[in-house]
């Protein structure tokens, strides 16, 4: 049974300042890994999606790296902002079936302060 | 833009009333559709899987009967929640995909208080 960590659950950082989330899973034959943003009482927004084939996404001040064999992912936040705060979860896909699952993590929330 | 939009984003009924949440995919034709459940900081719980046209998959503990899926079409889905109970209060988030390589999107959420 796939199992998905971040680690630290929570964090607190000073605005500029760059930042690195960690995701391990325990099955490395995932089919993709995707990163969310999730606000208070909100649903999830997708950041960026890593195909098991790819080592690593950009997006604006985002990079998501990927290494499957070890079973890791780290999302990359470069000068952080207060409006980056918000909880961070990072979830894996099985396969490609159409009824394959994402895996959740446990979410690392974090903080940018002024 | 939004890729998915839920509604209403919040309720709040009375015990033994059933309320029905719906989820619709804005930009593209979701072949599958999810529903979620969260309890305050917890992550997602899936409950179900569902596909165009066919019955929905419930993840083990969910109970179908209380919990009804209907995905009528490529661009909505929708959960009606059957009889609901006190414990049935929680944030109900359904989430869309197309294609194998897409990403999975998620709508912004449904509040849901039974008094």
């Known amino acids: 049974k796939q199992e998905v960590t971040q680690i630290p659950a929570a964090l607190s950082v000073p605005e500029g300042e760059n930042l690195v989330l960690n995701c391990s899973f325990t099955?490395?034959?995932?089919?993709?890994l995707q990163w969310f943003r999730q606000d208070p009482g909100k649903g999830l927004t997708s950041l960026l999606l890593i195909q098991s084939s790819q080592r690593e996404q950009t997006s604006g001040r985002l990079n998501a790296s990927l290494d499957k064999s070890s079973g890791r992912s780290t999302l990359y936040i470069a000068a952080s902002q207060p409006g980056d705060s918000a909880t961070y979860l990072c979830?894996?896909?099985?396969?490609?079936?159409?009824?394959?699952?994402?895996?959740f993590g446990t979410g690392t929330r974090l903080q940018v302060t002024l | 833009g939004a890729v998915v939009s839920q509604h209403p984003s919040w309720v709040i009924c009375k015990s033994g009333t059933s309320v029905k949440i719906e989820c619709r995919s804005l930009?593209?034709?979701?072949?599958?559709m999810f529903w979620y459940r969260q309890f305050p900081k917890q992550s997602l719980m899936l409950m179900a899987t569902?596909?165009?046209?066919?019955?929905?998959?419930?993840e083990q503990g969910v109970e179908k009967d209380k919990f009804l899926i209907n995905h009528a079409s490529l661009t909505l889905s929708t959960l009606t929640v059957t009889s609901a109970h006190p414990e049935d209060s929680s944030f109900y988030i359904c989430?869309?995909?197309?294609?194998?390589?897409?990403?999975?999107?998620f709508g912004d959420g449904t509040r849901l208080s039974i008094l």
């Open positions: 099955d490395s034959a995932i089919y993709n």
């Open positions: 569902s596909n165009e046209g066919s019955k929905a998959t419930y």
């Open positions: 979830a894996v896909r099985a396969n490609t079936g159409t009824a394959s699952k994402l895996t």
């Open positions: 930009d593209f034709q979701a072949t599958t």
């Open positions: 989430s869309v995909r197309g294609n194998s390589n897409q990403p999975q999107h």
